[in-house]
């Protein structure tokens, strides 16, 4: 067997010990016998897995009952259309903070069919730090206010959320579960679950739940958190095998100390990769220091072909998805939950060979 160093964006390394449980439970999975993927979604044997998934998610981010903790499909973009159909009511605006590729995905959501206020706008600089709170233009009148807590491309995140007097939604969808939070500062949480918690197609989604009472009749059934709440995820069939890894993968986080252990380890990863990058004018990080995502690490290097040379033999060597995304070019580290201390050491040794060879 030979694993990689795994630094894809997207979906993404997972956990060496859960991929094990799995395999081990491929076959027959507790005493049901049959796999997860066999199961009646409505077995008692997968309600004890949604049950513990549920119950891992509230402990790991300290969830009070005020919130319902769903498990939806359509990943991270089904939500970008959801939120503002069921929490922006007719005549409304939502508040919208545009700091990169994946708030503009929202924003271009939450423009059909309502009105949208752009609070801030990034682009000047390139989208290469948040904003400050004073720079916020909030409405008044917001329904809420949509953040996008890590951006995923840019890699960049907030260090401190903003304040709002309307609920704070957050896209944490490359940073759910990489460090402590304060889950009673939001109206509503979400992520795609395979960048952190799990394999694509996933969506956590963690609602206040007053908001839930929110949505118009105009929506359809499908689409309203309330039909998803009142079923406890279990309306339609659910994606039972990603809610089985999820529930495996912050089993694991558990064993690690959960978020204080998690958020300790990430910190310390990306403060090693950073001040590599940051020990020579070789490299070159684009994003505003204050506002660098621990997770999704942005560089570039004298020239682009000398940032397609080091992606290619970075490859050789066993190190894969250093590449930039297409829009923004140049070559990006994700350092998730799962990817372990050894991969940054040895990344950071290839670097140092790399930049003496090129230098
Ligand atoms: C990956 C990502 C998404 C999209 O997730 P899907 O599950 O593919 O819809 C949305 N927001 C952020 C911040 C992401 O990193």
Known sequence: MTRVYNFNAGPAALPLPVLEKAQAEMLECGSAGMSVMEMSHRSKDFAAIIGAAEANVRKLLNVSDDYAVLFMQGGASL??????????????????????????KAIKEAKVGGSVNVAWDGKDESYMRVPKQSELSLSADAEYVHICSNETIGG????????????????????????QIDVSRFGMIYAGAQKNIGPSGLALV??????????????????RYKTHADDNSLYNTPNT??????????????????????????????????????????????ADKESRSIMNVVWRLPS?????????????????????????????????????????????GFMREFEKKNG
């Open 156 to 179: 960049i995140r907030y260090p401190v959320f903003p304040k709002t007097s309307a609920p704070l939604i957050a896209d944490m969808s490359s940073e759910i579960m990489s460090r």
């Open 79 to 104: 939500q970008f259309v959801m939120i503002p159909q069921n929490l922006r009511r007719s005549g409304k605006t939502a508040d919208y903070v545009h700091t990169g590729s994946w708030s503009s």
């Open 241 to 286: 095998w990603g809610i089985y890894i999820l529930k495996l993968v912050t089993d694991w986080m558990d064993t690690i100390g959960g978020l204080a252990g998690m958020q300790k380890i990430n910190e310390d990863k990306a403060a090693t990769l950073y001040g590599a990058l940051d020990s020579s004018d070789f490299w070159k990080t684009p």
């Open 206 to 223: 963690i609602i206040r739940k007053d908001l839930i009472e929110r949505c118009p009749e105009t929506v359809n059934v499908f689409l």
């Open 304 to 348: 682009e072909e000398l940032e397609d040379q080091f992606v290619s033999e970075a490859k050789k060597a066993g190190f894969v998805g250093l590449k930039g995304h297409r829009s923004v070019g140049g070559l990006r580290a994700s350092i998730y939950n799962a990817v372990g201390r050894d991969a940054i050491d040895a990344l950071v």
